[in-house]
């Protein structure tokens, strides 16, 4: 089955640091992979998304390319904020069939300091 | 723009109760995904919808049973609360297709069993 592994957390930087939370995953097919933010006490929020190899996902300055030969996503920032603060989840979607529920990883907790 | 809306956001319930959860996807997206999160989890999948039927199932206990109406909006209902029941519920909604549709979720309904 279709499996993600993140990077453990928790990640703690300071403001303008560069920040990378690994991300690989296992599936068959050509699955479109995610990653998406839960600040406290909220919901989740798509932050990018790539949806077949090399492509480049980007949103708030956060990037994550789809690499098929190393089966990795990871987000990267240049300098991050406080308001970075958050959880990310990174999350594969499966191809055809019924297979498009979400498979999510673990979750790494980010906390930037001033 | 509009987005998932789920209600009630807040529930508590106690043991072996039944609550129902709601959830209204963003207009014009046919499929509906419920996932549960337990307290520092990544977010599980239940079961999902596609035009009112169901279109996949994962780890949904038995006591729990689910639907889409015609208006595409889905209700969750479950029976015999237990204290592990405990957690975030959130719905996602996505047009439908092959690849890549993005899912986006609702705020989530907090369950606490007592």
């Known amino acids: 089955g279709n499996s993600v592994t993140q990077m453990e957390g928790p990640v703690t930087l300071s403001e303008e640091a560069f920040l990378t939370i690994n991300c690989t995953y296992t599936a068959t097919g050509y699955p479109s992979l995610f990653w998406y933010v839960q600040y406290p006490g909220e919901g989740l929020q798509l932050l990018l998304k790539a949806t077949k190899a090399d492509d480049k996902g980007s949103n708030k300055g956060f990037e994550a390319t789809y690499r098929k030969e190393t089966t990795s996503f990871h987000l990267e920032k240049g300098s991050v904020q406080v308001s970075d603060s958050a959880v990310y989840f990174c999350?594969?979607?499966?191809?055809?069939?019924?297979?498009?529920?979400?498979?999510f990883g673990k979750g790494t907790l980010l906390t930037v300091n001033p | 723009a509009a987005g998932v809306i789920q209600s009630p956001r807040h529930l508590i319930k106690e043991k072996r109760e039944t609550a129902t959860l709601k959830c209204y996807p963003i207009p014009r997206h046919d499929t509906v995904y419920w996932y549960q999160q337990g307290p520092g989890q990544d977010p599980q999948f239940l079961i999902s919808?596609?035009?009112?039927?169901?279109?996949d199932k994962g780890s949904i206990p038995d006591r729990f049973s689910a639907q889409q109406f015609s208006d595409y909006h889905s209700e969750l209902n479950m029976s015999s609360l237990e204290l592990g029941d405990s957690a975030l519920y959130f719905c996602?909604?996505?047009?439908?297709?092959?690849?890549?549709?993005?899912?986006?979720f609702g705020p989530g309904t907090r369950l606490l069993v007592l």
């Open positions: 999350a594969l979607r499966g191809s055809g069939g019924s297979n498009y529920k979400l498979t």
């Open positions: 919808f596609y035009e009112k039927m169901q279109s």
């Open positions: 996602a909604s996505s047009t439908s297709g092959r690849g890549g549709e993005t899912q986006y």
